[in-house]
């Protein structure tokens, strides 16, 4: 089973990100009661007390994480290990590198102080020798705020254009409280995941012992 390592700073919103990846998941395996539980969630929010759209759902609320979590997930029978390390944990977010096959890297596209922060950091797990060749998602979130920082300045601060045709990363823009494009994260994460389907059929090719073997005929001798 994969496991994939999420990392971001403070308030990036990774600890609300599983808890919507595992209520996607929960959804997607079970769809009709993902429907009416959708119903009942829509319902519910809206007879309470006016709530912004982009604040966080009562069952979604969360605190900051000092240590680690994680949360395994199943999704089109892909199944993998998020763990989320908490940016107090900064110092330490190396020595998880080697047993991780993927990273999910989330960064607050609001929170204009702390983005160059996000990209030194960000950069630092990019550079790290046992990440260079695994997949990467850099999720720019809280892309639904009205005062998101512009997508080009991002991707020039993350040097996105250049990284992008360069190493194995994908940037998706995301929104962890709504669940703006998660499901897209989610087909990624498949697509990046899974094996290839003809995979098995290469393997039994290349192994001797599997190949068929013609018996060869001999033409009858005319005396």
Excluded at 3 to 18: F, I, P, R, S, Y
Excluded at 150 to 166: E, I, N
Aim: charged share 15%; glycine share 4%; aromatic share 8%.
């Amino acid at each position: 089973m994969k496991t994939g390592l999420v990392l971001g700073l403070d308030g990036a919103g990774k600890t609300m990100l599983l808890r919507q990846l595992s209520r996607v998941c929960k959804d997607d395996q079970h769809p009709k009661l993902g429907s009416v539980f959708a119903t009942l969630r829509s319902r519910l929010f809206a007879t309470e007390a006016k709530v912004s759209d982009t604040e966080a759902p009562p069952e979604y609320a969360t605190v900051p994480t000092t240590g680690v979590e994680e949360e395994t997930l199943t999704y089109h029978n892909l199944t993998f290990t998020l763990r989320e390390v908490g940016a107090p944990m900064l110092s330490m977010w190396k020595s998880y590198f080697s047993a991780s096959d993927f990273f999910i890297f989330v960064v607050d596209a609001t929170n204009l102080p702390q983005l160059a922060a996000a990209a030194i950091e960000f950069f630092n797990v990019l550079q790290a020798p046992p990440m260079q060749s695994k997949p990467g998602f850099l999720l720019l979130n809280k892309m639904d705020m009205p005062c998101t920082v512009s997508t080009p300045w991002l991707r020039s601060l993350f040097c996105l254009d250049q990284l992008c045709a360069t190493t194995n990363l994908q940037v998706i823009q995301v929104s962890a409280v709504s669940g703006l494009h998660l499901d897209s994260l989610l087909q990624a994460l498949t697509t990046k995941l899974s094996p290839p389907r003809y995979s098995h059929r290469l393997s039994a090719l290349r192994d001797p012992s599997t190949n068929r073997i013609h018996p060869t005929t001999t033409a009858p001798s005319h005396a």
